[in-house]
């Protein structure tokens, strides 16, 4: 890594790459999340800083925040209680990261900013039926239900968890976004501002599919966190909003999953 910053001296970057994963790959490596997250973020912030990288944007995720935040949950109460223990050692690496840019700024001067993106689906999504996220796992269970003439689909936990979706793409012009007008310490939350419980985003999903099958619950399964909306009142006060709706998105991203011939493998 500090190779390639000092052949290229990228003057902007954004650090987006991580290993991720749904509750079931969190639960099975928590370790391996920990470690490949931490080394990966701190080599690439490092390398950035040693090279006079002239800003540097650090994407984390919504799993920082504590488990029982207020809802909607603001930038500020991040580390003000315990973490959700499913996805713990993720969200303390992410938390790290954002940290050391955090620190860079203040010791050094440096101009690296964090955003924090809520649960994200689209195009070239990971379809792995228990290492993905909910809603490409959801796409991909729902449509072999379809092609198999299943009877019925079994979901995780109860359905009643609530959660927020935002369209990659959304993502990606949020963070040119701030690349551009965005200079300060404190995170910078991504997401809709809207929610919905994941029984209500499996019906949506089958119904986008096409699947018109049950819809069970194996409520010995974990939920995660109960609930997990995103303050995105930071981002509004700077003149930024979404702009594809959940059905929609779902719909782009189950199209883009039937033209993936590669799309079971992963």
Known sequence: MEDFFEK???????LAAGKVGGIAANAEALADFMYENMVLEMNVIH????NNCKKLEFLGSSCIYPRLAPQPMPESCLLTSELEKT??????AKISGLKYCEYLNRQYGTDYISVMPTNLYGPNDNYHLTHSHVLPAMIRRFHEAK??????????GDGSALREFLYVD?????????????TGNETVNAGTGKELSIKDLAETVAQVVGY?????????????????LL???KARALGWKYKTELKEGIRLAYEDFLSQ???MER
């Not at 959304?170 to 965005?182: R, S, T």
């Open 8 to 14: 290229e001296k990228p003057r902007y970057v954004f």
């Open 47 to 50: 390398a950035a800083w040693k």
């Open 87 to 92: 996805n713990e050692a993720y969200a303390l």
């Open 147 to 156: 092609e198999n003439g299943s009877a019925f689909v079994t979901c995780w």
């Open 170 to 182: 959304d993502l990606a012009d949020f963070c040119i976004f701030l690349m551009n007008h965005y």
């Open 212 to 228: 018109n099958g049950e819809i069970l619950w194996d409520v010995n399964k974990p939920n995660g966190t109960p609930r997990k």
């Open 231 to 233: 303050d995105v009142s």
């Open 261 to 263: 011939p590669t799309r």
